[in-house]
């Protein structure tokens, strides 16, 4: 119908009826979506370059192979998350090319290697409070990496024994974002937020008991952390963080 | 920029170098947003005939005189929410034609009389269990009929008298769309959604105190009865469940 | 006993003992429960054509028979809801007629067709932000087929690529209800209803981790919806929505 | 020490040495716990007549076996509550006379039978909304019973239906205590309260999902209930309603 | 209506048109409500000898003036609950006979005394922790009193100090009923409890701070004490349980 | 009457009649409730040497006046707590003696000088994160001082700046115990006790904003603190602190 | 003491009796905080250039003049936060050059003006959804400008009409960092999230009523955006999303 | 690099070219985290003494393994916590002179025999409600003893029964540190901190059902205790209390 209306404002320009002007002020009052236009692809911008991404946890084997495929057809770059090591050796017999790693528990398919970043380009330093909080930290280093962002990592530096995370202070001073990983009572992130003045992405991670509510203890203290400079992710979301940072890391590039 | 481009293709199609039919698949390629097309009113439907609103809850009557002179410069009825009687006289002074009601907390601007609905209509039905939730009750019935529905009250029928209750079987079978306003532990929703097969509307109040936390044991009540039949809207929130039952007795009418 | 004394009052009608007047002001001082008279069906009119529900969540499949049989005795449609495929697998042994899906958790029997509504009857549009997010949209829409309304769905539209959501706009306005089924931060059903101006039915999904909350996060966000013409039922209550968006098109058709 | 204390008093009460007042001013003056006096049994009068009690759930069955037979040694009769049919039946191997029933998952041991209570005893009404509630109405109901209280049971009546809880009107008036178990937003117990006069002791059960919280959403309700005359036990807490049930009936047959 | 059809049945039966029996089937055959029959006052036994009440918490003195002096009118004894001394003394302007406590915060208004009870009545017992629950306490006790119970107050007597209660030992165990009101952490109740075997009505009150939240740890104290024969009302409602243990104490007079 | 069984054992050893042995076993057998011995004071020796203590906040001056007074007449040393600067200044109008601190808002009554510790005695390190921590503090460090303890306060030694923390890592491995007040994230009760060996009581306090909770998020970050030494009073509680330090610090003197 | 046994190793190399490398190795083995060394300040980097903030909310303007008059001595940028009108006021009394602004209720010092952002430089947008969340949204933009940052505000751009946000999108994608203030569901910052490949900084507010939870249901909203790139500060937290932003948009100009 | 002027200094030291006081100036500027120093073990004194401890919940087998067969190398006492019977046995299978203790769940691995506390030692209590709290009381137990502690158990004597409890008073005053551990409603703690004046260690446990919330009714109870001198740790942790209560005997022994 408004295809029509379009055709008939060209033509009439077409034929002289109309002037550019005019049919420029028409065009204008129409409604874009009966237009039948290319549909705009707002997140063009936001997945330039980013691997397709494929969220696994409460998916089937099955199912996760099946996206993955057909992801796979149209794209040189798969990522899927939380994965269980038995899930993914399901998944894996799918699909033989994917790697697997057991900590992070994320699979990938790649088409061609990444080209690695410059040793002295903008870093992002992934530090986290104690072993069990590792698994969430990798996820966020791994997906760092994969992203094409430069990594430096330091675990088990909680603040149970402070001197561990002051002997890091050179470095952290250095890094472009930090994502802290911290379960328990999350406290790491608030002391390493009054150490640095670069952004610090928060990750509470639901290792803990009790009172701890799966990790809401660590969300709360970090919302509450006295220093500014810190944002919190979701609980858990190692990848989350590690995209954030790595939206911070590019801007710097540029 | 755009806007040149566009200038340019119809130029194009003016000097007879580009074809109709060129043309149109080069405008479907462009992203509307750098038309400088006519910005899409997409709540045009929306708002068809309604009056507009204002949440008077926390501005003070300076903010609210403002915002309401703008807008009555441009439609004929304005309607405020949440006004308590002290800010609605010292609006009043500044908007001498605006009416309040004191138990529903309402202020009206309109121009005119809006038309009543026939005595056929389809009619909502507005039920309350306590004294105390007459004020939101009365938000929802008047907001009703304020927006051209036709409303039949029914107050104080709460279930620790389920007879008081019964006694209204017959009108709430007739019924189109029931608003059932409760506060304590909300029961009244539940009860009613057994007897009737129209659509209710809950609204828990914050009416109680103790462990009723402001209303979240109504909300909790209403969200998990037994009777199918049943939505809920916002603790207290008398205004959104009579558009909510408006755009249901608006379908029916037409 | 109350029996007698009702035969009582109308033999000494019949014997001219007692004038019609008088019986009448005796029969209304006796309660009515007492009478026995007819039990009044209050629910005669909510399940007109309706069929049997059985919520199996927690049932054995012993049980669910059971049940199941006792009401296919006497009814011409019985559906079970929340059945997993195991479950579902024993249930068809005993009830080899049954029709289970799989996403859905559905299980329905039933003595000849239903009628399919008109293609131009009134609607309702069951969409949803995620994949995750299915099995509780089909509860929906599958259930609002099986109570012969009409259905359509459009799936995948999620907040995070909103123009997904904007291609489905045209068809969005021409519906007459909405169930919009969201997890995560449930944002979807605010987008939605600032879209349209049919009455729209939120359904929270436990889709999610962390500050999630099993659903709260999005229970919540639809409660606090700018919009207003939201309404929401209990969290993964996709059969309850369609139940209340049925009740909503059966009155447009009347 | 304080017993040679003792002796030393009331040897020189026996030489003459002390007179009785001034004995009795001595004794007074030692605290009671060091005269090794006789351990007062303050739950004497608790437990006359009550069989001895085992909370089963999260105990193995080795546990529950030892504890049962030492307290079967000891008393005529022995309840283990909460007890699963795969425990039950573990359990049974050990203690072979143990009666099981697996609605209410309460397992008996009995020496002799308890007489049973009068046909016009007071009498406690026990009442349920769905069937879902049945296994904790029949924790109350059964223990009720092994405490020698009179029991009428009125199940599935819940308020999606109140027709018919009203049939059970007659009954409900006549009760001496009714215990109303109620799931999902527990209205049941709010409707009864409102149509009795008795103690109404209310039992939440955690049956529902979403919103329901594991039964908050009914503990809440039935704190919140309009009409006074009724107290709440925990979530699921059946026996705790009956022994509370029981210690009124005793007072009425006093 | 439907009184026309009941006036036609019973003229027919006067003409011997119609049997009796076949009177008695058509009448059986109507519903109730449409009958015109007696409204069953399902509320009578309830209220017999009790007093009106009215919660006059949020209320205006003006609109408590109102409701007190309509139900002077039809009754001998109205009760208001939850009134400030401002309040109070404001109301007493309109209704100078009514009788304000400031320490129970009721108010009261009486046509002739009420009989007091004989001395060896049986009677509740309300026992408070500390002077900070005593306004809850005396809510409580003299509701009671003015329901015509007998009661025994025992006041200040918290674990924290548990002699205290101990010394109350011979009088906690003749009591018929016992009103526990704590707040802090509630463990009164508990203690209590575990003394005595009559049926336990627990208060828990908003006093404290922090993590008491409004008196949520002593409500969740009192729903998990271990020992049985405790049930519970809503946090600070003494009313209720004075009207709870009323209806106990009832049952055992009659 | 348990006072006469008494008086007639002890005559009956008088006389002879009775050997002691026998009157031994007599006596044992009777419960202690009913002897009239001395009430057993079991908080005798908590009392020892502690000032009688009044919680002020939610009184009146009057009430706090009235109960002061009494508590003076028998004690040498009164202490007041939440006390509000404008009621202080009105409970000194009648208790003019009385010593008021508006920043931990306690209130002294004092006959005579409590000796002050030994330079060398063991010692509570008061330390608080931000400035508005400082009444709870002070609270905290008073009523240590008022008790007798030796006390030395820390303050503003946030994590937001960790080395004003580790400038004091000497003083901090040298106190007997730690109070350590903190609001916000609470983190720096984790840090102290990642630091030192003595235990340490957390006090979180109220303060911050948000997703604070009112002190919430302290007090849960508190009690998931990775460091084990680590002890937590409710929210804002000074003075349990400083309660609980002393009966510490009594021992160690001991 | 260390001073000493510093002084010893450093004599002892002047007079040769130890090596250098002997001496470093001594050295070495001192624990650096007994050296009375420079006391490492790790806050100067995060200071450099900052302003010092004073976090004003609960603080009585005598305390604020006395805190921000000690810090104006020393430094030539002084921040308040969070200070109502009325304080405001009182406290320009004590500072006359200090600039209030009620909307973002902060007040500076300033001694001669900070330089302008060039007109190219990397920028922060401030966006927010209702007028209710403006205070929030000024507070993080004029710290932002405070900073030094380049600052684009978008105000009212709510996702209940959501084309007012897209006609924002050429301008979103062109944000080096986007601050998205929203109360309510706080579905606002999801959608950009959506749009953007920036880091976005989530600001719920505490905007709204009932379920809001003063704020908590658009903190959840935001922690569970579907979309990655979204981190979170705490409830109205504008200050500090602001002081995150300065943290990112510092790091792109280098 | 900072190693390179650390020599220069003290090269110049040597050749006379500076002065000692000059040097001392000069590294006195230096920050000390760039000198290569010894770090500063800040745990040496908290550590002294005690085992190396593994919170196995949440681990493999092999990875505890890995972790103590590391620890063990360096260390003569390992102690691993939460540790169920299943893990344990896997864990003896790789680590065969492992003790392992079923109720407490812990595993410890000692070179040598620690020596036996005197029998005159202070000690501490360990005190417990149910038996269903015994794990994490003998985890507390145990844990004490192996650290080197006193210890003295009383289990069983909950409130629900107070004279088990009153039975154990003279017991409990002598006590030097009391670890209290209760579930359901907690109130054992409550009690005893009224009967004590030693420092008392709460710890709830998540014992319990329905409204108890996996121990946070036994918490909040804990935590709003009337009677002060009672702190308490996370829900469950025994292994806390019991370093919390040596860090408390360990200074009365000095």
Redo the contacts between chains.
């Keep these: 119908m408004d295809?029509i209306k379009?055709?008939e404002v060209?033509?009439s320009?077409?034929k002289?009826e109309l002037s550019?002007n005019e049919?420029?002020k028409r065009?204008?009052?129409?409604?874009?979506?009966?237009?039948?236009?290319?549909?705009?692809?707002?997140?063009r911008?936001?997945r330039?370059g980013l691997p397709e991404v494929v969220?696994c946890?409460?998916?089937t084997p099955e199912q996760i192979i099946t996206?993955m495929e057909r992801l796979w057809e149209h794209h040189d770059h798969v990522l899927g998350t939380r994965l269980s090591p038995e899930a993914a050796s399901n998944v894996q017999k799918g699909l033989p090319q994917a790697l697997y790693d057991p900590i992070s528990r994320l699979l990938r398919l790649s088409r061609g290697e990444r080209p690695l970043p410059e040793d002295d380009a903008?870093f992002g330093m992934v530090i986290s409070?104690?072993?069990?909080d590792q698994p969430v930290a990798e996820e966020a280093a791994m997906t760092l990496e994969f992203l094409g962002s430069r990594v430096i990592r330091a675990y088990d530096i909680?603040?149970?024994?402070?001197?561990r995370l002051?002997?890091q202070?050179?470095l952290l001073?250095e890094a472009?974002?930090i994502i802290s990983v911290a379960g328990?009572?999350?406290?790491l992130t608030?002391?390493v937020?009054?150490?640095?003045?670069?952004?610090v992405?928060?990750v509470?991670t639901?290792?803990?008991?009790?009172?701890?509510?799966?990790?809401?203890?660590?969300?709360?203290?970090?919302?509450?952390?006295?220093?500014?400079?810190?944002?919190?992710?979701?609980?858990?979301?190692g990848?989350?963080?590690a995209?954030?940072a790595h939206?911070?890391l590019?801007?710097?590039n540029?």
Tied chains: 1, 2, 3, 4, 5, 6, 7, 8.
């Design positions: 295809q379009l055709e060209l033509s320009v077409k002289g550019v049919a420029l065009l204008k009052s129409l409604p874009f979506e009966n237009l039948g236009f290319a549909r705009l692809d707002l997140h911008d936001l330039q969220f946890q409460n998916k996206i903008p409070g104690g072993t069990s909680g603040v149970s024994g402070v001197h002051l002997d202070h050179a001073t472009d974002v328990m009572e999350g406290a608030s002391v937020g009054g150490l640095v003045s670069c952004p992405v928060g509470p639901s290792v803990g008991y009790g009172a701890n509510f799966q990790g809401v203890a660590a969300l709360l203290a970090m919302l509450n952390a006295c220093a500014p400079g810190i944002a919190v992710v979701n609980i858990d979301n990848f989350g963080a995209v954030y939206s911070i590019r801007r710097i540029k």
